[in-house]
């Protein structure tokens, strides 16, 4: 994998969630990591690590001046920011959409390469087909908002969404021009064949979340272990001309730094 550029999420410093202010008011509902950012970084960097990406809260905590001087300490790029929202529901999208631009000014600001979105609600009554259409309309419009900025636009499927297996993902490939994130761990959860469909969706893949996945008992790994063979998605990525930027992920570990150090040396043997 010598070749290509790697990076690692942040999120697996502390505990995720998202701004408890979000509650009451939909334009702060950003994600985050309840965790040392500077650490995190430092960390990845260490590892091996040539680039960062942290979700839209983490980000937004940093003044342009003060994130550029840890990106200086560690050698590390901002490759991507991660936002999401429901962006089904026409009376609150004006606030997502909100969110998401304020989060990619930053990150453009900052020399980021990719916007990276997840969403799309499931209603607690089930999902409609117009869902898909008020989905594929507001990724369009990140799309506008990641271009005017210098950006590339990517959805990135996710399990509790009404985009999670390969189906759903052809589904709203179809309906929007912007570029499909493949979370390897994520589709596998789904049902998915992440090779499968990184081959399927070649020309819209410019960046790739890399994870391992458990499937009992439920857990997101390094990429070393559990039930997602690796090879495969490897092969797939080198047999399509796969050649931007690789971010492994890795939610939740008991000690994070090595989790990204095991990831890395499994990646240096890819």
Not at 113 to 138: P, S
Request: contains cysteine; hydrophobic residues 45%; charged residues 25%.
């Amino acid at each position: 994998m010598a070749d290509w550029k790697l990076a690692y999420h942040a999120n697996c410093w502390g505990p995720l969630g998202g701004n408890a202010v979000g509650v009451t008011s939909i334009t702060e509902l950003t994600y985050r990591t309840f965790g040392d950012m500077a650490a995190a970084m430092g960390d990845i960097a260490a590892a091996g690590y040539t680039g960062v990406e942290l979700f839209d809260g983490n980000l937004l905590d940093y003044s342009e001046a003060d994130f550029r001087s840890l990106l200086a300490d560690t050698g590390l790029s901002l490759v991507a920011t991660y936002s999401g929202g429901n962006f089904i529901f026409d009376e609150i999208l004006g606030e997502e959409l909100a969110r998401v631009r304020k989060a990619a000014d930053h990150a453009a600001a900052l020399g980021a390469e990719h916007l990276v979105v997840g969403g799309g609600a499931k209603r607690h009554d089930g999902t409609r087909e117009e869902d898909f259409t008020k989905l594929a309309a507001a990724l369009e419009q990140v799309v506008a908002i990641a271009t005017e900025r210098g950006l590339r636009a990517h959805y990135h499927p996710h399990l509790t969404t009404i985009v999670e297996g390969p189906d759903e993902v052809s589904k709203i490939m179809s309906m929007t021009s912007i570029d499909f994130c493949p979370d390897t761990a994520h589709l596998a959860a789904a049902g998915g064949d992440p090779a499968a469909m990184i081959r399927q969706h070649k020309d819209r893949i410019s960046y790739v979340h890399l994870k391992g996945f458990q499937a009992d008992p439920f857990a997101f790994v390094p990429l070393d272990r559990g039930d997602l063979d690796i090879a495969p998605i490897v092969k797939a990525m080198r047999d399509t001309g796969f050649d931007g930027w690789v971010a492994t992920e890795l939610d939740a570990w008991p000690d994070p730094a090595e989790g990204a150090r095991v990831s890395m040396d499994f990646l240096k043997n890819a």
